[in-house]
């Protein structure tokens, strides 16, 4: 069927076909038939010619029919071309290039305004309904079509004739004949002005998303998954700080939420997209985490929005507002305040809490009334309140102050009462509300005030210094004590006013309006830091010269200038006189044979040094001037010295110290140091005194050493004689006891136990002086040396007592003389002895080490400590003797103790002073 339909869309291979067969059919069938019919030869001829007519008349109706066939066919589908293009606004058109002659389809006219389709439609016609702005263009593309031989397109305007404006779009091709000569072109019309104005609509919108989308106050992410990318607002990049260049670099979601599981949470909500508000804790760009309130939405191409709002100051204010709250309930409580509201309607009343607390009655037993209020007010003010009550009943408020008694005790109170009355929408009294307050405080405050009114009144005019008060625009006085009068010299009914003042205190006219303007700028600067004047002179009424201080207090607020004087004549005379004693202070600092150095405490810097300190420390003045107290001090001095200065400054005059200083050569010196306040050129600062002591200490140095090498040789010769005599006469007692004990078995058995005793305490007195013997002169020391002596005593108390004792040294190839040796042997058992007797340590470490300088033995323990600081605290024999023994040694002894802290002793003896290094 679809084949035989085909058949018959006719063209003109399909009619040259039916031709054909037809005209096949017509000779074989018609030769046929009249071969059967007609026999005579001639009759058949002339009938052939007949049938020839025929088949020519037949075939012309048959083409006819078939041709006119087509045409409908081909109108009809032009029709419908047509109409199909007219539906969606296009239309063809065809140009010949050499005629000129535009062909257009059915609808053409349409797209250009026109009513019916014209006779003759050339391209000019065309040309003369574009835009004048898109015409030099739209023809400009026409012609490049052509000469290029490319594609023709272009969108323009067209100005229909009843003036619409209609967007056009035209696309066409060129047409070649065989010689590759341009003969035509065709394409499409189509009127796109719906399309322009959605574009430009779209192109509006988009605009305007874009405008809200960066202007919006509200954070906006939108997430495309299709490339996996995020885009922001300006709200957001302003609020979190990444731009979207930024954010295109890093893992958005890790940064805001480091914590996993709310990096899943954000996930989870982006994910679902409900609408649903969330609230998480955003870690911005700075490190800040922020309150924030997001929802996500979904778009139907899995586009999603995301919409948030920085809640981290509505948080806070919350918070603050919370604070407000609680503060104002507690204000509220501690103000005595309550709350009264009545509905004038029905009568009916609400009293708060505090209300009750105020008139001394229990609200759950006595609930009151309107009636049981009015009783509370004192009888002496129950009419006043009346007549308040009826003015508040026209003026619609009340604000004052009764007494009421409180319930059950009598005591009357003071009230301060503030009631509003409010309206309904027809204007009639809704309710009262009112506030209560006891102000029986503030009324007592009044009257105290005014007893302090008075007691200030009296006091300024009894001030040492003068003092007045006037006003700032009028200058008028309104308040002066006696003692400003008499400084100035003037009555106080004379200077009444600021011009009258200036007139009377300053008599020379030109000294005066110098005076005035300087003043009066001084003032009209509002800055109270310029307003204060010192050595101004003036003159009194007897003419008098006298030099005062002024100083004026401005109080804006109430329009008053206070301004006090105090005269300073005797103390310039003074100030003179000082000046003197000042010069012949620095010749005396100059002169002195000790040094001596003026330092400024703030920043440590010298200020002035006398000759002998010159001298003494090698600096020339200069050199001094850019040095700090702290550079003639060894480093290691340092931090102690800020410390002490630090707590100088808090006295006068400070205790004699001992310390160490530094000469330009490098030498270090001891000295004596005493510290005191200087004023100096008007400044406040330290003025040191300095006593070398360097010499003395070591003169003492050599002295106790010598008591220490007296000591050592004394515990030498008592060593020796407790072992070579008390010790051998014990050991021979010994030996005879031992001699005669198997004969005690004929003793009675009390006997026998007298001899045992007697036996063993013999035996403990011989071990008890070989071992103190030992102690005063410990042989271990000269058999193995200072490092493994001390560790034997190490080893000792770690096995003697339960106690963790670590042990460390680096002086193997270290040669030592004897006298060191033991004195730092019996430094480390006195302070071994004393932390296994005293601290209640669990640990105890001892260190034996050298550098390049020193030779350092420490022993600390973590034990109970002491004060140090305690006023009480006094260093005991054994701490006494160590130190000793470092001294004697050259060296230096620390100290430190902090109660549960443990406590750390140091001696630390110079190496060069008495060793020799292998």
Known sequence: MKKFQKLFQLNAVNIAFIYLVTGILWILFSDQLLAFIITDIEEMARYSTFKGILYVIVTAILLYLLVDFSNKRIKSATKSVDEALDSVKIATWSINLETNRNITSRYHYKLFGLKERPKKWNVQDFYDSIHPDDKDRVEQAFIEAIETKTPYKAEYRIIWPDGT???????????????????????????????VDLEEKNKRRQELFERIFEQIPVMIDIYDPEVNQIRVNKAFEETLGWTNEEISEIDLLAACYPDPELKKKALKVMAEA????????????????????????KLSDDTTIGIGLDVTDIKQKEQKLELVNRRFRRAEKIGKIGHIERDLKTGEITISQNVYNLAGLEKSSEPLDFEGILNLIHPEDFDRFLE???????????????????HG???????????????????????????????????????????????????????PIGVAVNHIDSGKVSLMNQRFSKIYGWPKNVITDLDTFF???????????????????DIGS?????????????????????????????????????????????????????????????????????????????????????????????YSREEFYTKTILDIRPDEDKEEAKQVIKNDRETTMSEPFESRHIKKNGEIINVRVTGSSITYFGKNYRLVLVNDITEQKQAEEMVLASL????????????????????????????????????????????????????????????????????????????YGLALAIEALVDNYSTTNDLDISYYQNIRDLELPREVQFNLYRIAQEALSNAVKYSKASQINVQLIKDELDLILTIDDNGIGFDTSDPDFTPGLGLQT?????????????????????????????????????
């Not at 065989?178 to 499409?188: A, F, K, L, N, P």
């Not at 007897?542 to 206070?562: F, H, S």
């Not at 200020?607 to 001298?615: C, G, L, P």
């Not at 103790?897 to 002793?905: A, E, M, N, R, W």
């Open 165 to 195: 404006v209609r967007w056009m779009k035209s696309m066409g091709n060129v047409q070649e004949n065989d010689q590759g000569e341009t003969t035509s072109i065709s394409g499409i019309i189509q009127d796109i002005t719906e399309q």
């Open 274 to 297: 409900d609408g649903e508000w969330h609230t998480f804790e955003v870690l911005d760009k700075a490190g800040n985490t922020r309150i924030q309130e997001w929802s996500n939405i």
């Open 388 to 406: 308040v009550r009826e003015e508040a009943n026209i003026k619609g408020h009340l604000n004052d102050v009764f007494r009421i008694v409180k």
């Open 409 to 463: 005790t009598n005591q009357t109170i003071y009230i301060h009462l503030v009631s509003e009355i409010y309206f309904d929408s027809d204007g009639n009294p809704d309710f009262v509300a009112s506030v209560v307050q006891d102000v029986t405080q503030v009324k007592e405050y009044e009257r105290y005030i005014e007893e302090q009114k008075e007691l200030f009144e009296n006091t300024i005019e009894n001030l």
């Open 503 to 521: 007139e009377k205190a300053y008599q020379d006219e030109e000294y005066r309006n110098r005076i005035k303007e300087m003043v009066l700028e």
């Open 526 to 618: 509002k800055k109270p830091e310029r307003m204060q004047w010192k050595g101004i002179k003036i003159t009194t009424q007897t003419g008098e010269e006298r030099i005062i201080n002024a100083k004026n207090i401005p109080v804006y607020d109430q329009n008053l200038m206070i301004s006090t004087v105090v005269d300073v004549t005797a103390q310039v005379e003074a100030e003179k006189r000082l000046a003197e004693s000042e010069h012949n202070y620095r010749l005396l600092f100059q002169k002195s044979p000790q040094p001596m150095l003026i330092f400024n405490p703030d920043d440590l810097s010298i200020i002035e040094v006398n000759e002998s300190a010159v001298r003494h420390y090698g």
């Open 708 to 783: 220490v090498e007296g000591e050592n040789k004394e515990r030498a010769r008592i060593a020796q004689e407790l072992h070579d005599g008390l010790g051998q006469y014990l050991a021979a007692a010994n030996m005879n006891l031992d001699s005669v004990q198997g004969q005690i078995s004929k003793l009675d058995e009390r006997k026998q136990d007298q001899f045992n005793k007697g036996l063993n305490l013999l035996k403990h007195a011989v071990s008890e002086t070989a071992q103190i013997s030992r102690n005063l002169m410990p042989r271990v020391v000269d058999d």
């Open 882 to 918: 160590i130190k000793t023994r470092t001294g004697a040694l050259g060296g230096h002894f620390e100290f430190d103790s902090k109660p549960g802290k443990g406590t750390l002793i140091s001696a630390i003896v110079p190496i060069n002073k008495h060793t020799n290094a292998q």
